[in-house]
């Protein structure tokens, strides 16, 4: 399900919202300090993809995460202009503490097959304190795919945003036994993956950037993955 980038600025934007699970969006132009008012029954993520904030306390620089936790429902932010960052809420049971994640300090996977030559970087993986959540961001080579081979989770939903993508594009598939979709998805814009296999590709002329967050539609938060038959190598 492809969500194009909000053209709404100054204030959080839902993006969508399905079953116990949302994504706001934010983007700064004028207004550089506000309140946010959150899901108090959520466990959150925020993605902070440009610009600088602060956020209760918090200095986040660019791809930067910051684990919010269930009952804070008000933050004070205050950015830089041209700031924009995303914010995922999950419906929990658990409450764990607050806590930042550097880019910098990511786990990094390097993949260098000539197919899809791309890097990995997870900030909340399995380990780290949350119940539903993993997130992290994968650099696409030009010409190269990504979430490669095909897999899927179908016990996950998985979103897609894009950036520094301009002036070129992506192509983003998801695809089953029933179902065949591409889209074409340009800087900020977002791809909701309920079930299926969902390979990505960037052009030849400029390699392609995305945040991914994982959350479990059930028991605990996993990386296990169905890979499509045609593509396991044996």
């Known amino acids: 399900m492809l969500f194009k980038k909000p053209n709404i600025f100054d204030k959080p934007v839902e993006v969508f919202r399905l079953d116990d699970i949302s994504l706001l969006h934010i983007h700064i132009k004028n207004l550089t300090k506000f309140g946010l008012d959150l899901c108090r029954d959520c466990e959150k993520v925020l993605a902070l993809l440009r610009g600088r904030c602060r956020v209760s306390g918090y200095e986040l620089f660019e791809k930067d995460l910051l684990y919010i936790p269930a009952d804070v429902s008000h933050m004070d932010m205050e950015c830089t202009e041209n700031a924009i960052a995303y914010i995922v809420q999950a419906k929990t049971s658990r409450k ?35 119940e539903r959540i993993l997130a992290g961001y994968t650099f696409c ?12 989770h179908d016990d996950m939903y998985e979103i897609f945003i894009y950036f520094d993508l301009s002036p070129y594009f992506g192509i983003q598939t998801i695809f089953d036994e029933s179902q065949e979709s591409v889209y074409i998805v340009r800087d900020y814009d ?4 309920s079930r299926g296999y969902h390979p990505n590709v960037s052009t030849p002329m400029r390699g392609m950037k995305y945040l991914w967050i994982m959350v479990s539609k059930r028991g605990s938060k996993t990386h296990k993955m169905e890979i499509h038959p045609l593509y396991a190598k044996s």
């Open 141 to 152: 080579e030009p010409g190269s795919w990504g979430s490669y081979p095909p897999h899927r």
């Open 190 to 193: 977002t791809v909701l993956v």
């Open 96 to 130: 764990f503490g607050s806590y930042l994640k550097r880019f910098g300090e990511a786990e990094k996977i390097v993949i260098e097959d000539a197919e899809s030559r791309r890097t990995r970087y997870t900030l909340i993986g399995e380990k780290d304190k949350s």
